[in-house]
């Protein structure tokens, strides 16, 4: 055997020949199960529209994988984050959020907030009391001394002094409409000065009257239109007694 090298070649060869036979034999002899898969066939889909009984059937194509930021119409690139650059004293994004007022911090309707109160007008001063009548030492009372047909008349104003000194005076008297004034006079004293305007007879004393005298200031008025009393009289802006 030694003698003949190519005798275990040869049977080195048929055991090799006969292991591969049946290698091929047991692979074959497992079954289906090892074969290969038919492969998935693709999902279809109806067409939208059509009319008949059997829809055909169409591939839907799988969508693309979709990039964050991005849609599948657009190709922008995803947006870049800008730094928030903090200012020192305003609050930044990141600061607490306050809470929401309480119900006894909601301001009532109608009360902006923030709204700083209106300041009040104040109210007006009361208006003054009314002025004390003016008040004189020298008094007055008027008297008609003679008259025609009520049509003309002599008047009189017996002025009196209570003060303990002697004292000016002024008569002042508005006769009735349309009179005129004839004349005018003091009795027993020096004249004054008298005055017809506007309708208002003036007269002012030339003299003073001593302290407790009195003077009688007399005047004769015509066409008095049926009246022979004037509508006001006063001595020193005080009104005289008798009307």
Do not use: K
Not at 228 to 242: E, F, H, L, Q, Y
């Amino acid at each position: 055997m030694a003698s003949s090298p190519w005798v275990v070649v040869a049977t080195g060869v048929l055991v090799m020949v006969v292991l591969l036979i049946v290698a091929l034999a047991s692979y074959r002899s497992r079954g289906p199960a090892f074969e290969a898969r038919p492969a998935d066939p693709l999902p279809t889909y109806s067409l939208p529209g059509s009319g008949a009984t059997n829809p055909a059937r169409v591939a839907a194509n799988l969508p693309e994988p979709v990039v964050p930021g991005l849609t599948p119409r657009r190709t922008d690139p995803p947006p870049v984050e800008v730094p928030v650059v903090v200012v020192p004293g305003e609050p930044s994004a990141g600061d607490d959020v306050p809470a929401p007022p309480s119900g006894d911090d909601v301001p009532p309707p109608g009360d902006p907030v923030g709204e700083q109160p209106r300041p009040t007008t104040p109210a007006p001063p009361p208006p003054p009391p009314p002025a004390a009548p003016p008040s004189s030492s020298v008094t007055g009372r008027f008297s008609v001394r003679d008259s025609w047909n009520n049509e003309a008349f002599i008047g009189e104003v017996l002025l009196y002094n209570r003060d303990r000194v002697s004292r000016p005076w002024t008569v002042r008297l508005v006769p009735p409409p349309g009179s005129r004034l004839v004349t005018s006079w003091v009795e027993g004293a020096p004249q004054g000065t008298p005055r017809m305007s506007g309708g208002v007879f003036t007269y002012t004393s030339g003299v003073n009257v001593g302290p407790g005298a009195s003077v009688p200031l007399r005047f004769h008025f015509e066409n008095t239109g049926g009246s022979i009393r004037p509508s006001r009289c006063t001595v020193d802006g005080v009104p005289c007694s008798g009307l």
